[in-house]
């Protein structure tokens, strides 16, 4: 099953634990029932999904959802050929036959009603069925279906279904504490963790203007951006500027507040 | 018509009555009347029709409704092909010519206007006119028509038609009591049925919320996934919360008078 | 002229007239005028249709109209072919080539400006241009258009233009009276004429609930399920349930005041 | 030029003047001038821009404009064919080619964006680019376009814009005065002058309803339908309400009024 | 290069300056700088782009742009042929490959973001991308790129981006003064330059009414129209009635005023 | 790899650092950050990505966002051929497989959710899913991404999401200071340095009406643009209104403010 293969996490992903979420998620795996990752932008849920396909040894197909995603491209399509039309599975179907971790990322963007497809494989029927093929694929008893979404974005728009939500268990995700924030800066960025500490510092009073000025928290992803930077030669408040501060707000006050709290920690 | 064969149901599924509903839906079926099932999220309207049509030894036909769902969908369409264009029937038209009972599970989600092409199967005629086929298709004599509706997502926007919802038979469907709910929970998920009980009252917690913060009452799913995580070795409080709080809601209060609730049966 | 045969009415459909509708219609088509049906869901404006197709021994060809139906799909379009494209016929340009009566259901459902097609087939013209073929199709002298349409239905957003009104000669269609009604009933459902009676008499009840809480009465159709669920075995009050307050009312107080009605009537 | 034959008006339509508008038509003719007709629905435009091709001997090709036609239908597109693609000239484009009074019907219905493909046609450039062919079609020397619109359905949405209007002269049309009209009825259902008279003293007071309930006034056709349903044997009472009210509102007031003048006359 | 042949303007186009216009064009087209015109409906500037062409002995393709115009349209696209696709270059891309003038008529009908193609057109690059074929175009150094719009027709929902508008240079239009505008009636229509003064006369008096209950003055072609009319033997009144008061308004007291003031000049 | 050849900057660029930026960008790119460029129009953005290309020797691969842009737009898509379906890279696909920057011009046009195409690209893991074809790319070591986007466009409707934003280091872009920008244009437009500085004066002058009645200040390139019709031999008032007043407004009070302020330096 060599196509299988191709779709297999090749290397142990970097992933510090924040609680049981290990623990848990391989009792849901072991039921085999699906899953939903909550919370804000960068906080590390795509990389435990990544963490957990590796140690569970099964392989992952990931689909970044959007809003012009049709049910077709999650289930598959006819293309044409010189022989007329050919069936191609789309990536839901792909997993479900080959057993893989399914993991649909930011699924609020996706058409609510596009999702209904994932229906049938998310209860005790566990088939997906390709109407335009006239098919019924029976799922891979290593299937499991994983989905991701930011509770800030739902919006009156863009929720989920109850029907669709009710289909899943949820784990709920946060930035990591300081130290362990610190400890995976100095890790990816390969810095000292007392400067790592002190990036942290900034982010979490970035953090604090949530809902007074900023939509999201500063991420960790950022964070360790700014670390990178420094280790290229950039000075510590340009980097915090450049990669803690002016991607994230165009609001002058903003700006003005945050460039303070870089000053305080670094000047 | 081993095509045919292919739809009927394999197994006795599972469905524990909650009144007349088999005897009605048998009634109805002798007439042919259409069907239409209505009820809130995962109370086992799908389970109904999939039970009911292993009963009547007919097969089933499913259709997952959706916003984007053409008539074309339903009914069949032209695919290109290596000698031109190749007919492929739909689901709707494969179940009318099988005679199959063909189940459209939540059909709010549909365009109203596409389902305009289930009225001449709904009433004296029992035709499915082709139009892109010039062919008018007679149902087959055991040919029936189910839909699903969950009335708490009617709103303005989406709501059937007078005309669509006048061809139907309705069955009310509503959570099962404490006890039945409690005996399902328990064969489904192998756990100790007072434990089973003392789940089933956390859900009951819960949809008292209903309307006052919650959309939608837990679903007797989320209730069996509670169970099943308890039983691969999570706790009672973490498999609740899991299963029956941080699926269905993001909103801090309610996830706090949720947890307590879990508490008082738990703590 | 075999094609028009496979359009042809088989059996006398069983029409119950309600005043002078048949001779009025009888001289509208001796003058070829198009003629418009107006009335609400469910009182037999398709089967007065299908009736007068089959007295005058006219095929006919219904097309069910709904917000996604283009011009091609009434008019017709090229289809991709071994050789290329070949052209098909929609069926109003079938019709019009065989002299049938074509009925267009629903009609406030299509887009007026598709409707526009219909014009040159309406006037003195009585052509309809393919545009997109190149062709002129002068009607055959048999030919008559008929569309139906419901006031109730009718909003700033979907009514027909006066531009398309104004080629029309109209019939106003209610529900049957009392008498007649239970006499449809018995005869449908094959039940007795007294117990039709007091089926009528609680449908009647509800009619009165339209614009205080009910948006269209209760059809004739569904007191017809009724009748035929208590032949099947369901009792009175059970049958006029599912058929006649389930299916067309999710509100708890009008689902109330209905079931007070049966109990008055069956109690 | 055999195919120029085939839009040619085979036979002298009936058509009654009233005013200079036959003159005023026949210079701005001679001179190519664009030609727009205003009017209410109904009042003979298009059997007057009929009538003038005849007499000048031009052929005609009409299209009924709607929301839905995009600029390929009226300049053409690439067809598939067992060749690959090839073009067909739209109905603006052949009339261009033949030297035809092109007669664009209700053209407000038509996207106004649509439209400005008929620009480079109705100035001195007299040519019609072809973008996706990249031919450019010098109109024939004969060719003449002619629009027509109803001012009462002008709205913010659909109204000309100044830069499509200012290509054409305009006429001014209305319902004919009564003598006139009663002429025309008279003829044309081949019944008594009295009677038509009569018929046309309804559709005068129905038109004083115009802007007081009624969209539009009772059209001239629905006057002739009324007189040919007296003709079939219907009696004036039932002609009159299904030929000039039912098919024009469904206002019981209106209707009230509508039947109240009728009576008055024929009462 | 005959391709480039077929789009050289043949004739010297009539075109009366009103300033420096010719002289600000020469230089702006010497240093390629593209060119936006500015200015009411019918005031010239088409006329002027094309006299413009023939006077720089430059090929000139015009686009009348439309709300559906998509980048493809501007750009080119494959075709279906009978070995497979065929790249069809649009008219920007021909006229970047030839060194014609391209222009843009009514620029603000096309979607603003299909407007992004042009940019790099009019940078410093003078490049056009094509996306699809994976081609960059070196535009021709005799390319140059002119749109036109009027500023009356500004919206917030059309009004061109401020990164297209900063890569134009600008000039702006308006009607011609009396004398000038009735030497250019006289000499379009072939009548006496009196007669023409008188006519101008009430198209000024009409374009004081801008604003006043009309969107737009009475074009100079609108006059040429009147004075056409009356040379084919049409009355003064009735021909500035058809031609400059009946195409522009449905208003009945713009009408009437217009109507005096054809009275005060001709009656 | 000619390909990447092709897309190699040919020249060194004229390109005036204002401040760090070169280093900065050196230390981003040395870390493949992807790098968002934020500033007004006409500022420089797409000047200093070009330049810092040519500096590190990259190929640049450029394209102008707009809304109609879909994901298959960036990543490519399957196109017809003689032998049924091939796949064609789109831009962004092929500067993963080149390691060339990739530089998404006006960002904020594009519709949100197509950029999540872009994530996995941006993160740890570097790859490009092409779902269609079931493959995916892992980014070449030397491929960065990089975004342009104008603060003073951002509206509630367009404005990058937090969790495409979080993936970026920013650099803050403005109009260079008076010294330095009438360097530019002395340099751009080969004019003398003290008539250089006067244009700027007057784009100065105009910039302070930013909120003021004119959305974006005036840019650079439209100084240049009047630089070189001066050099052409037009005025200097002239030239002004042409290239620096008439293309950015249509508001008498802010055209004549704007001449005002040419007149007092240039008067």
Redesign the interface.
């Known amino acids: 099953m060599s196509n299988a293969e191709?779709y297999r996490v090749q290397q142990a992903?970097f992933y510090q634990p924040q609680g049981?979420e290990v623990?848990?998620y391989t009792?849901?795996y072991?039921?085999r029932?699906p899953v939903?990752l909550?919370g804000p932008?960068?906080c590390g849920k795509?990389?435990f999904v990544e963490y957990m396909a590796w140690q569970l040894g099964k392989p992952l197909i990931?689909?970044?959802?959007?809003?012009?995603m049709?049910?077709a491209?999650l289930v598959g399509r006819?293309?044409?050929?010189?022989?007329?039309?050919r069936w191609?599975?789309?990536?839901l179907t792909?997993a479900a036959r080959l057993g893989a971790i399914c993991y649909l990322?930011?699924i609020v963007?996706a058409?609510?009603?596009?999702l209904?497809?994932i229906?049938?494989l998310t209860?005790?029927r566990r088939t997906l069925?390709l109407?335009?093929k006239?098919e019924?694929v029976a799922a891979h008893p290593d299937f499991q279906l994983v989905i991701s979404y930011?509770?800030?974005?739902?919006s009156l728009m863009k929720d989920l279904?109850?029907?669709t939500?009710?289909?899943?268990?949820?784990?709920?995700f946060d930035y990591p504490d300081a130290a362990t924030e610190a400890g995976i800066v100095a890790r990816e960025a390969d810095i000292d963790p007392a400067l790592a500490a002190r990036l942290v510092e900034v982010a979490q009073a970035g953090r604090r203007l949530k809902g007074h000025g900023l939509?999201?928290g500063?991420?960790t992803?950022?964070v360790v951006?700014a670390a990178?930077?420094i280790?290229?030669?950039?000075s510590e408040v340009?980097a915090c500027r450049?990669?803690m501060?002016?991607?994230?707000t165009?609001d002058a006050d903003v700006v003005d507040t945050l460039d303070h709290a870089i000053a305080a920690v670094f000047g």
């Open positions: 191709s992903p049981d623990a848990h009792a849901a072991a039921a029932l939903m909550k932008t960068g795509s990389r990931s689909v970044a959802c959007n809003e012009d049709t049910a491209d006819y293309l044409l050929d010189a022989n007329g039309t191609q599975d789309g990536p792909l990322d930011e963007e058409r609510q009603d596009t209904v497809v229906h049938p209860d005790h069925p109407d335009k006239g019924q930011n509770p800030g974005y739902q279904k109850q029907s939500k009710q289909r899943f268990t949820a784990f709920q939509d999201e500063i991420s992803r950022l951006y990178t930077l280790r290229r030669g950039i340009d450049m990669a501060v002016r991607p994230i165009d």
